[in-house]
């Protein structure tokens, strides 16, 4: 059953890239981390949250199928507990789409619509309604996803959201805000100069599923992010406002969708650029890459596409690509601790995934200083 969901949730998503070796070459040490589960957890999680506390890397995960918060120590690699989540009354929250542990008193969740602040064991301490918030500032629709992460700056009790817009035409999409903050504690909605390319405005914004914006951490006071659709990383102060981006050392791009082609076909062939992954330990930035196909293989699916990581350092100049081994590894739920890289060990269609433990290998991008 776990991995029917995998499989369903992989074959929505939809991200590539070509490949090559750089001069600079990094070869990760792996370690594999392996955490013996029931049936209240699950072997993949989409939203979920790592985090440090009392000394010890932990993570948190929320599980859709119980509506539940898994909690696990990833340095004992071993699950802390589950803890149900009410759905209704004065602690109900809905289905959840993102996940921010702050501390054991402010569990930032977001709904559709909705943050909730938590303490573990469910206690609701906020609810802020966003919709509420939003009218009249034509900012579309705040989004928190297992793209765009949900996160929260405490000196400055900032949240941040990426912005889809209903009802508005691509070329029209181009010259809009695509972030925005919310002040915690004055209720200030204020978009950020990020938006689309040049590249999505080139192609008139056709570049099919491939337009998420993605962003997960800050690294330092620089929220890192890029766009599915090409190879660019950017790097935005979000106090100042002065943005920079990646050096022009690759540029590639998701070609244009055009009118006769089929979309799902387009998502298949082209690249997706994942959302980039600070390493603040370390100073790189990992970035994955959903490729086209493999043509060794005897399908040419989602499930199919080449898997690959691309290493920066804190300047947005890339370092190296590591190409990853085929139908061994899920996307989209990897994450960063003073351990390194972690990556879940759960592709749909890697015949050694057991349903009774939650794996990760951890790749160890160390470099000299």
Not at 16 to 33: D, F, W, Y
Not at 215 to 222: I, N, T, V
């Amino acid at each position: 059953m776990k991995n029917l969901f995998l499989a369903i949730i992989f074959s929505i998503i939809v991200f590539s890239c070509g490949s090559k070796i750089s001069e600079s070459e990094l070869i990760p040490e792996i370690v594999r981390v392996s955490i013996p589960i029931t049936s209240d957890q699950l072997n993949s999680y989409q939203v979920l949250n790592n985090y440090s506390e009392s000394g010890s890397n932990k993570l948190i995960a929320y599980n859709g199928a119980r509506h539940s918060l898994d909690f696990f120590d990833l340095d004992k690699s071993e699950v802390i507990r589950s803890e149900k989540l009410d759905k209704e009354g004065p602690n109900g929250i809905g289905a959840v789409e993102s996940v921010y542990w702050h501390n054991s008193d402010s569990i930032f969740m977001y709904e559709r619509g909705k943050v909730h602040i938590l303490k573990e064991g469910g206690q609701k301490v906020n609810s802020i309604d966003f919709y509420e918030l939003f009218t009249g500032k034509n900012l579309g629709e705040p989004v928190c996803n297992f793209y765009f992460k949900l996160n929260f700056l405490e000196n400055e009790k900032l949240i941040f959201f990426s912005l889809i817009y209903h009802g508005v035409s691509l070329e029209e999409r181009a010259a809009l805000p695509l972030v925005a903050s919310l002040n915690l504690e004055t209720l200030e909605v204020k978009p950020l100069s990020i938006r689309h390319t040049q590249h999505y405005k080139k192609v008139s914004g056709n570049v099919g599923f491939i337009t998420y914006l993605g962003f997960q951490d800050f690294m330092k006071d620089r929220l890192i992010y890029n766009f599915q659709y090409e190879s660019t990383l950017f790097a935005q102060n979000v106090l100042i406002q002065e943005k920079s981006d990646s050096e022009v050392h690759e540029m590639k791009f998701t070609p244009e969708l055009l009118e006769l082609e089929n979309i799902d076909q387009h998502a298949i062939d082209n690249p997706h650029f994942l959302t980039p992954i600070p390493d603040n330990h370390r100073n790189l930035i990992y970035r994955g890459i959903w490729d086209s196909p493999d043509t060794s293989l005897p399908e040419s699916g989602f499930t199919e596409k080449k898997i690959s990581i691309a290493v920066f350092d804190s300047d947005l100049s890339l370092i190296t690509y590591y190409s990853l081994p085929n139908y061994t590894y899920q996307i989209n739920n990897w994450f960063v601790n003073e351990n390194g890289l972690y990556l879940n060990y759960a592709h749909p269609r890697n015949e050694k995934v057991s349903e009774d433990f939650l794996v990760f290998h951890v790749f160890q991008f160390d470099q000299a200083n």
